[in-house]
């Protein structure tokens, strides 16, 4: 298991290790502090499972935010040079599908992967949540997302 301390180990995308200095501390802190502050939007009080989860998870996904910044900026630069070359309507819509539903296929093919991790992991992290929380998490879930609903519906009418 990893060690709650000051300095954690963390497996980057690379299976490098790395040791976590007080600035990586930092911002395990601040991503912990969203991840709980989110699913408390949710799930009214978290209870000491669920933010063990949670630390796993901010732990796991400590450089996830600096990766998607350099995929999002490798995206812009990819569309400025391509915007460069003047393309006509058809070439450009064809260019922004592409860019927007499979990006990694122009700038970083290794994205795609990533990306699916990412999924993969939250979508386990939600599961896990699900599966520990209480009757009044469960209720207090549904009421929120009711309420998303409704004002949704409101909007679109």
């Avoid at 912990?32 to 630390?55: A, C, D, P, S, W």
């Avoid at 990819?78 to 700038?107: C, D, S, W």
């Avoid at 699916?116 to 879930?141: C, D, G, H, P, Y």
Wanted: contains cysteine.
């Amino acid at each position: 298991g990893r060690k709650a301390n000051s300095s954690w180990e963390c497996e980057i995308q690379s299976g490098r290790k790395i040791e976590l200095s007080e600035p990586k501390d930092k911002l395990y802190q601040e991503r912990l502090k969203r991840l709980k502050t989110n699913f408390k939007r949710f799930f009214g009080t978290l209870t000491i499972e669920q933010v063990k989860l949670l630390e796993v998870y901010a732990l796991k996904t400590l450089y996830d935010a600096m990766i998607r910044l350099d995929n999002r900026t490798m995206r812009q630069k990819a569309f400025i040079n391509f915007m460069r070359t003047q393309p006509n309507e058809l070439k450009l819509t064809n260019y922004l599908n592409q860019l927007v539903l499979n990006g990694h296929e122009i700038t970083n093919p290794s994205y795609k992967s990533f990306s699916e991790t990412w999924q993969n992991r939250f979508r386990q992290l939600l599961v896990n949540m699900l599966t520990i929380s209480s009757n009044s998490q469960r209720k207090a879930i549904v009421v929120k997302l009711r309420g998303y609903a409704s004002d949704l519906k409101d909007i679109a009418e």
